[in-house]
């Protein structure tokens, strides 16, 4: 009866924006009224079939778009925040792209959005991308389409899987327009690893062995405000590296990788690639993850069997080169000693 209802409602004028915001705040008041989850459940049911692949369509988002749908970029964009429209302007220029699924009935109200920079190489650092002045580069130059920010946008989806249908049509979109592409690519965030060195397990793991006294003081820097600034020691530069590649490869939740955004990618067929450090050293960047950030890239001949491989054995594709990082982290000793125990 309850499903009914809402699908009578639906039919109203402006009746599923509504159900969608009713799903938002239901959200929020969950944990107080677990009773609600039942409500939820049929909101999700609905939403699902409601909003299927069949029923979106995916635009190009240009500065010719209309001023509420750019309006709902700055006001949504939840990796980079957007400072204004000059920067906003510059995100969507020629050697810039970005697009967005949209339903019928929320019309001028992205679901989600993806914003990628064509680049002559594998892009390293976030705010060479994100520089309002930086010179606009010829597209026709470029070899590589960098990901570098998705955002769901609606709250009241939350549990919608729309970004993995996102990146491999824009990915097909792109091939189609720049034939010249060679690689694609995310700029990602890790935005765990902070947290998770921090938790005691990590810390009590971390001073076990040789050098761990030594390990926890290079350790405490990045506590420090600016202490990226300067000169960086390179003992610290090494064990943070390790320790991210230990993260993603390793730290998990229940089957699945601890960090969100891996589990993200690499559910959609992506491979770890590469870890860059000082990729992001805006505020937040430095308080999530220390300034990392990791290149997933997506092989169009590999993403299929990526995804298969991925939800069978939950199996991490990495490069040579991550797996050498976490092979050296002061963890995989430890996680040894345990295992012969």
Known sequence: ARQELFRRLNMAPGGTQTLVEMRRQLLRGLKQHPAWSAIDADLLHLFRSWFNRGFLHLERIDWRTSAMVLEKLIQYEAVHAVQGWPDLRRRLEADRRCFGFFHPQLPDEPLIFIEVALTRGLSAQVQPLLEVTSQVASPAQADCAIFYSITNCQEGLRGISFGNLLIKQVAEDLKREFPHLRTFATLSPIPGLRRWLAQTETRVQLSMGPNAEHRLALLSAIDQPGWHSGAVPEALQKLLMRLCAWYLLHARQGAEPLDAVSRFHLGNGAALERLNWLGDTSESGMARSAGM?????????????????????????????????????????TAEKRAEA
């Open 293 to 333: 950030m990791v290149n997933y890239i997506y092989r169009l001949e590999d993403v299929e069997r990526n995804h298969e491989r991925y939800f069978a054995d939950h199996a991490i594709v990495a490069s040579r080169e991550v797996q050498k990082l976490a092979r050296k982290s002061p963890l995989a000793a």
